[in-house]
């Protein structure tokens, strides 16, 4: 990777072999170099696996080192949240992007807003990636443009410049890991390879792969979820690490996602060769009754199974039911077959945020594979208040406390708010990531879909304001001063958008003839 030295150094050598490109400058050719690290997407992707895999050395020597996310549905929301990360800490290390298919079939879909059931376009999948990295990469240069400027100035009043070629020398990037959704893999294993070469091409490092029938995919946190056997699966764990092999990310992360918890049906009874094989496990799930031949219905599916003739239940839309009461262990066989075919990481979707019943299941996992990790989906599906209300009254019922004064049946009153359970509750929240990374292998915390949410909410209020007695204020005070008070980067929208990066550019390009945006009639200097 160049450095501004090296790079100067490269194009004056480009220029004494050449010949003609005396009106290219050696500085200003190197700081466009330097301020694009990232050519292609397969750089980014190479990259970004290489931070994935030190992270997860990281955890597994000390649990306190867990990684988080939010999910962005644009790439400027991915920008700014690592502008945020970079302003309040210092560092953009162990913090990704999610790019979340759901936000992906409800907001970027040219069918217009989507169920999270796989029918938007693939294409918006890989697209968002792009464009994620572009508005990162973008950061990169925009940051790195006023430290050039700094450095011109510097150098023009013959001042020491150490302190910030330093900056530009260790300059962190704004570009972090992605880990994508590819939902089911939009079809067999070969549209699943197809697919996952895509989304690498444009970037990502890491795919996260759900074990559902990918034309019967249902949102996570939704009923009717259909899984596939074990070997329909791993043909899709394999066709994602001969993508990410073809394409040189060796160090590429496969996060394998079972819906089995949640799940009761599946679409297909696999075949099995011999007793105890990985089909059979699968079969031992299905719900079946002992028949004869006599009693047998015609044109019903009948299996041999433990010396018995059975009966698959079988519904009216042919799909086959699951026993009551196995989703735990068909989570834990679907996990650890998972991880010794190929998977890295492990996601379970669960039904409540509750650290000890994913416990439960990691600890059963790591019976077989120690080094098992989660990657935790902290979803806006969940009703946090209320389960955390309800995780402390259920407590303090154990100890005998008295929680007379709580209706635990209207638990997520406003009533409460404030209130001694509130405030326990809200230290659950507080506490859960750290919890659930100490004590239940979890690697790495995300939120799936917060920006639909932050959106919705700041619209609302915003609408609120502006189109009732406020007006004006209602940006003023509720958008604008919150902004230049936080320092928050994109109150100079035009500098965000590039102007000043583009007005240096003409100057390298044009010299005195170019045409600037940013003289003084422009009204971002109102800011500062």
């Keep these: 990777m160049s450095t501004y030295t090296s790079a100067i150094d490269h194009i004056r050598e480009l220029k004494k072999k050449y010949g003609n490109w005396e009106n290219i400058s050696e500085t200003d050719a190197a700081r466009m170099i330097v301020q694009n690290r990232f050519k292609t997407g397969l750089d980014v992707a190479k990259y970004t696996a290489k931070i994935m895999r030190e992270?997860?050395?990281?955890?597994?020597?000390?649990?306190?080192?867990?990684?988080?996310?939010?999910?962005?549905?644009?790439?400027?929301?991915?920008?700014?949240?690592?502008?945020?990360?970079?302003?309040?800490?210092?560092?953009?290390?162990?913090?990704?992007?999610?790019?979340?298919?759901?936000?992906?079939?409800?907001?970027?879909?040219?069918?217009?807003?989507?169920?999270?059931?796989s029918m938007h376009e693939k294409t918006a999948v890989s697209d968002l990636i792009e464009e994620i990295y572009t508005f990162l990469r973008q950061a990169d240069a925009k940051v790195l443009n006023d430290y050039f400027r700094e450095l011109k100035a510097a150098q023009e009043a013959g001042q020491d410049t150490k302190e910030i070629q330093d900056k530009i020398d260790n300059f962190e990037s704004h570009v972090v890991p992605i880990i994508a959704d590819i939902d089911a893999g939009f079809g067999n294993e070969e549209a699943t390879y197809l697919f996952a070469k895509k989304l690498i091409e444009a970037g990502a490092c890491a795919l996260q792969i759900?074990?559902?029938?990918?034309?019967?995919?249902?949102?996570?946190?939704?009923?009717?979820?259909?899984?596939?056997?074990?070997?329909?699966?791993?043909a899709k764990l394999n066709a994602i690490r001969y993508a990410f092999l073809e394409l040189g990310v060796d160090d590429g992360v496969i996060v394998a996602r079972t819906d089995s918890e949640g799940a009761s049906l599946t679409q297909k009874i696999p075949v099995s060769n011999e007793p105890g094989d990985l089909a059979s496990k699968y079969i031992d799930f299905i719900e079946m009754e002992e028949v004869t031949l006599?009693?047998?219905?015609?044109?019903?599916?009948?299996?041999?199974?433990?010396?018995?003739?059975?009966?698959?239940?079988?519904?009216?839309?042919?799909?086959?039911?699951?026993?009551?009461?196995?989703?735990?262990?068909?989570?834990?066989?679907?996990?650890?077959?998972?991880?010794?075919?190929?998977?890295?990481?492990?996601?379970?979707?669960?039904?409540?945020?509750?650290?000890?019943?994913?416990?439960?299941?990691?600890?059963?996992?790591?019976?077989?594979?120690?080094?098992?990790k989660l990657v935790y989906n902290n979803s806006p599906s969940f009703n946090w208040t209320l389960n955390f209300r309800k995780q402390v009254i259920a407590k303090w019922e154990e100890e005998g406390k008295d929680i007379s004064s709580y209706d635990k049946n209207n638990l997520m009153s406003a009533d409460y708010d404030?209130?001694?359970?509130?405030?326990?509750?809200?230290?659950?929240?507080?506490?859960?990531?750290?919890?659930?990374?100490?004590?239940?292998?979890?690697?790495?915390?995300?939120?799936?879909?917060?920006?639909?949410?932050?959106?919705?909410?700041?619209?609302?209020?915003?609408?609120?304001?502006?189109?009732g007695d406020e007006g004006m204020l209602a940006y003023v005070a509720?958008?604008?001063?919150?902004?230049?008070?936080?320092?928050?980067?994109?109150?100079?929208?035009?500098?965000?958008?590039?102007?000043?990066?583009?007005?240096?550019?003409?100057e390298i390009f044009s010299g005195e003839n170019a045409l600037k945006a940013g003289g003084t009639k422009n009204t971002m200097n109102q800011f500062g």
């Design 55 to 117: 992270d997860m050395a990281a955890y597994d020597a000390d649990h306190s080192k867990y990684t988080q996310s939010l999910g962005a549905w644009h790439g400027f929301v991915a920008q700014q949240t690592m502008y945020a990360n970079k302003k309040y800490f210092g560092t953009t290390a162990r913090k990704y992007i999610y790019l979340s298919g759901w936000m992906v079939a409800a907001l970027r879909s040219e069918f217009g807003p989507l169920p999270d059931q």
């Design 210 to 234: 759900e074990n559902q029938v990918s034309d019967a995919k249902q949102c996570g946190h939704q009923a009717g979820k259909v899984t596939v056997p074990h070997e329909d699966y791993i």
């Design 294 to 372: 006599e009693t047998a219905n015609e044109n019903d599916s009948l299996l041999k199974h433990d010396g018995k003739l059975v009966r698959p239940k079988r519904l009216p839309n042919g799909l086959y039911q699951f026993r009551e009461e196995t989703n735990i262990d068909r989570v834990v066989l679907d996990c650890v077959t998972a991880l010794e075919n190929g998977a890295d990481l492990l996601w379970i979707e669960t039904p409540t945020p509750d650290v000890e019943h994913i416990k439960m299941m990691v600890d059963r996992i790591k019976e077989q594979q120690p080094q098992a």
């Design 418 to 467: 404030g209130t001694e359970l509130d405030k326990a509750a809200d230290e659950l929240a507080r506490n859960f990531q750290k919890d659930a990374a100490r004590e239940a292998g979890v690697f790495h915390h995300l939120i799936t879909l917060p920006t639909y949410h932050t959106t919705a909410l700041e619209m609302h209020n915003l609408a609120k304001g502006y189109f």
């Design 478 to 506: 509720g958008v604008q001063r919150k902004e230049i008070r936080e320092g928050v980067s994109a109150v100079k929208h035009q500098a965000m958008a590039g102007s000043d990066l583009g007005d240096d550019h003409k």
